[in-house]
């Protein structure tokens, strides 16, 4: 297997993308082909004595950056890593490609460079969200297409279980509408014609869920349109990770609190991993023709392992071919 | 100055409503009118020698449920507590009506029974919502029109701003509005109109929000429409509450951990205390024409009493006039 992992995306790219690959070809027995400048990425590999020989090396001399327009990865940076990188991947010779860049990019490109599966009618961003009751939850759309249809939510829910199945071993994954309540006839027109065809579909839809519900691993997969879904992902991750800052600050005030996270430092050691997102690596990009999987933005080197890693078993499971006779099915 | 009361509104109804409206008479030399159950009132208030002589009751029959259909306010439970409470308050009774009883009850009976004030077009539902700034802000609107035009959301950044600037006593309020990105061009065609409006408004708009800048206090009004404005609700709400309710678990786990809470108990609960809604005492259903308080559903004396402070300065600093006074200037 040929992983295509972008070594210039992401807040510590280079440095932590090659690291990370260079520890997943090593751990995982697979090839690693890396795009982007190929004079930096040497240098920097040299620099730190990261072994990165007989890894190919496909040159790219432009980056988007993380604020740029989603769209620039088609004419204004044709040769930016991601493009190269799905370029490649499209043409054959890669089985998957990982990258911690522009989310956007990574979607519009998949979605017109990659291509997309057969019948799918709009990719959707897909992170993989930690929750409290010790697992972690597909977000089906968190923003590929702020509108949506319901015909595309039901896709959402298809590709969704495919992967969380295949992937992340959940047994029957649990589907949720996100909405404003949890009764049936709660939302609008979209969640009202949702509602049925996914009532209807070859999934475990377990009806709508409410934002408040996610932290206890209502469900599996949830999905909705990429405006609400980047509402709730931004929200979810950023309330989060205030309250972890606000403990922090609190353990580290005096000599006592010290000595009181001391005494609870492995509890709350395994409460900040269960919601790290760092060990769940990322979101895929469900919908496209050959696995494209996002690593989180802030990703360091363990990150990026363990997203190249998830993208292996994305290859390995055949989930591409799982979506496409779920797409049949319906 | 008389304030109306739902007696039969809340989880914690009628006894903690009894308690919280007992106390604030006390408290603010102000009279209480109850609705409710007259019988059930006086009898629960003799059980727990809550002493209400003087205090005016307006029998109501019938109570909505908080799961009932927005709308039994008009034609189903035309007796239920919050129909007579809004009728009581338009035919010029009191000068306010507080409940903590069925939201979505209360917005459409204030907006059709208590009518709205002149110009506004639809009133919006408003919580005051606590964050790690050590401050709060208006979340507005969090559910009553699911859909908005953009004149909408612009009535929002007024009523909130006024709101905001007179009970709050926030000094210029900064307005954001609620997109999926900071930069200008983000979002979908309402979010495009609505911001033009808001640089034109005479407010002190700030530009687009995202749900991580919110638990930092990024601004002090978030103006959405109502279906994103009840998603970032619930998902702040509910991450906060899971996080909150996982330490609490983890410091009550051994001798040792309970130790550690022993130490850092002050900061802990200065910590929970800012985070948590039963200080801000709810949501005011902007845009009634006399003030409509919402109270947390699972308030208990200390939040209803809150609530009818809030709702006496909402009174005192004639914020229904500054609204009609903003909407004229636009």
């Known amino acids: 297997m040929n992983i295509i992992v972008d070594a210039m995306g992401g807040d510590n790219a280079p440095l932590e993308i090659i690291k990370g690959a260079v520890e997943a070809r090593n751990e995982y027995n697979i090839d690693i082909t890396l795009v982007g400048r190929e004079d930096v990425i040497k240098s ?95 977000l089906i759309d968190a923003g590929a297409n702020l509108e949506a249809r319901p015909e595309m939510l039901l896709q959402y829910a298809l590709m969704g279980s495919a992967y969380m199945k295949n992937v992340m071993k959940v047994d029957n994954p649990r589907v949720g509408l996100a909405n404003v309540g949890t009764e049936k006839h709660k939302g609008l027109e979209l ?57 922090k600050t609190l353990f580290s005030k005096s000599a006592k609190s010290k000595l009181a996270a001391a005494l609870v430092m492995n509890d709350l050691k395994e409460m900040v991993k269960e919601f790290d997102y760092h060990e769940y690596g990322g979101a895929p990009i469900m919908g496209t023709a050959k696995p494209v999987f996002k690593a989180h933005g802030s990703s360091k080197a363990k990150t990026v392992k363990n997203a190249i890693r998830l993208t292996k078993e994305y290859v390995e499971a055949d989930v591409i071919n799982e979506i496409t006779n779920a797409l049949k099915r319906g």
Chains 1, 2 share one sequence.
Do not use: W
């Not at 088609?74 to 991601?82: G, N």
């Not at 839809?205 to 931004?234: A, M, S, T």
């Open 44 to 138: 920097v590999a040299a620099e730190n004595a990261i072994d990165i020989s007989g890894m190919e090396i496909i040159n790219a001399s432009e980056v988007i950056a993380t604020d740029e327009e989603a769209d620039s990865v088609l004419k204004k940076k044709p040769d930016s890593s991601i493009a190269v990188g799905l370029r490649t991947l499209s043409e054959g010779t890669g089985d998957a490609f990982v990258s911690a860049g522009n989310s956007g990019a990574l979607c519009v490109g998949g979605t017109l460079i990659t291509k997309r599966i057969k019948g799918v009618k709009r990719p959707g961003f897909a992170p993989i969200m930690p929750h409290f009751g010790g697992g972690c939850f597909m």
């Open 191 to 247: 969640q009202h014609k949702a509602y049925e065809l996914l009532e209807d579909a070859d999934i475990n839809f377990i009806g709508n869920v409410e934002g408040r519900d996610l932290p206890y691993g209502c469900c599996d997969v949830v999905v909705c349109d990429g405006f609400i879904g980047n509402v709730i992902l931004k929200t979810y991750e950023g309330t989060a990770k205030a309250i972890m800052g606000k403990i």
